[in-house]
């Protein structure tokens, strides 16, 4: 089945500082989901993006489809950003969304 | 617009005893339903989803099953709980057009002692 890898594992930053989060796939896709779970274990729809770039706020979030891969951008990170963040893909043809093991962000004010 | 519910939000449950946790979506007709559990500090693991009333996938083999009784309501039980069950619980739904994204409820908390 297909894989999903996300990058880095774990990320510590300081408040306002901005990073970006990979997230890497091994097989064609048609729909790509970015999640934030956050301390009490609700995930958030964050972005679906299957290609190309959207926007909303302080995020933002870019999937080039063709080499199989998308990133997220945190900008002006803020404590309430901490939390994990989960790439997720559904297959081409196939009902099932496969989720990464994630990156786990923590922001210190 | 659609919300889904899912209840109870924590539970403790000795070993040996059975489960049933439920989900329910409101605001839409035909959604697909799903079933993923996701154990501390992990990833999130698909166990089941259904297309349909009566239908339903298994993706791992395990000592859970789920039902669909109804169009909007998805159950996850167990007839006798093992200490590998304990985890977080999350039902989710999605449109029945192709591609739709993935909707999440708040998630259920299960600890088996």
């Known amino acids: 089945g297909i894989q999903v890898e996300q990058s880095p594992p774990d990320l510590i930053l300081q408040e306002g500082a901005n990073s970006t989060l990979r997230c890497n796939f091994s097989d064609s896709v048609n729909n790509l989901q970015w999640f934030h779970q956050n301390p009490w274990g609700q995930l958030i729809n964050l972005f679906y993006?299957?290609?190309g770039t959207k926007q909303n706020g302080r995020l933002s979030a870019t999937t080039v489809a063709t080499e199989r891969y998308s990133l997220l951008y945190i900008s002006s990170s803020q404590t309430t950003d901490s939390g994990v963040y989960f790439c997720?893909?559904?297959?081409?043809?196939?009902?099932?969304?496969?989720f990464g093991a994630g990156t786990r962000l923590f922001v210190k004010a | 617009s659609q919300t889904i519910h899912q209840w109870p939000a924590t539970l403790v449950q000795p070993v040996g005893s059975p489960l049933s946790l439920e989900c329910t979506v409101e605001?839409?007709?035909?959604?697909?339903l799903y079933w993923y559990r996701q154990a501390a500090g992990r990833g999130l693991q698909l166990l089941f989803y259904?297309?349909?009333?009566?239908?339903i996938s298994s993706e791992v083999p395990q000592n859970l099953s789920a039902s669909r009784p109804q169009d909007r309501q998805f159950i996850l039980s167990s007839k006798k709980l093992l200490l590998s069950d304990s985890g977080f619980y999350l039902c989710?739904?999605?449109?029945?057009?192709?591609?739709?994204?993935?909707?999440f409820g708040n998630g259920t908390r299960l600890t088996v002692t």
């Open positions: 993006i299957p290609s």
């Open positions: 997720a893909v559904l297959n081409t043809g196939g009902f099932k969304t496969i």
């Open positions: 605001g839409t007709s035909n959604p697909n």
């Open positions: 989710a739904w999605s449109a029945i057009v192709y591609n739709s994204p993935l909707h």
């Open positions: 259904s297309v349909g009333i009566g239908q």
